[in-house]
């Protein structure tokens, strides 16, 4: 509950929102219709942005391209131990940049998929359809 400021003039009958939290947000279910759904319960963002390629936003596919990169940055490892193996560390200093360029992704690939899936997880107790913007 907020707290009143003596000075303001408020509404006799005021009761502030709830926690940001709790508030539902309305967005179009795949069945059509709108359906208020708490932040959790939406899960990662469901709209294209406006953009050329559709994203991912479905646990299996964020899951498929987390491990997909996930392997990327294992071969990567394997290079650097032959770096090290072979000697050869001229190469990693001109190549360091690569690993900052692979991690990026790869926590945004692995936050975004644990994200949706605790959303699926939550929409499926209060049985509410998947968002779909």
């Known amino acids: ?3 009143r400021r003596e000075g303001i003039p408020q509404d006799p009958n005021y009761v502030p929102s709830g926690p940001s939290q709790e508030r539902l947000v309305y967005h ?3 069945n059509g219709e709108l359906v208020g759904y708490t932040r959790a319960e939406y899960g990662v963002r469901k709209d294209d ?3 050329v390629v559709k994203p ?3 646990s299996g596919g964020l899951l498929f391209l987390s491990i997909l990169m996930s392997l990327f940055l294992g071969l990567m490892i394997y290079g650097l131990v032959q770096i ?3 000697g050869q560390w001229d190469i990693l200093s001109r190549t360091w940049w690569m690993f900052l360029l692979v991690l990026y992704p790869l926590v945004a690939g692995w936050s975004g998929y644990f994200k949706e899936r605790k959303a699926e997880k939550l929409r499926q107790a209060r049985n509410l359809p998947r ?3």
């Open 1 to 3: 509950m907020g707290r």
């Open 28 to 30: 179009r279910a795949e």
């Open 49 to 51: 942005g406006l953009g």
């Open 56 to 58: 991912v936003n479905s």
């Open 84 to 86: 090290a193996v072979t």
């Open 131 to 133: 968002p779909v913007d």
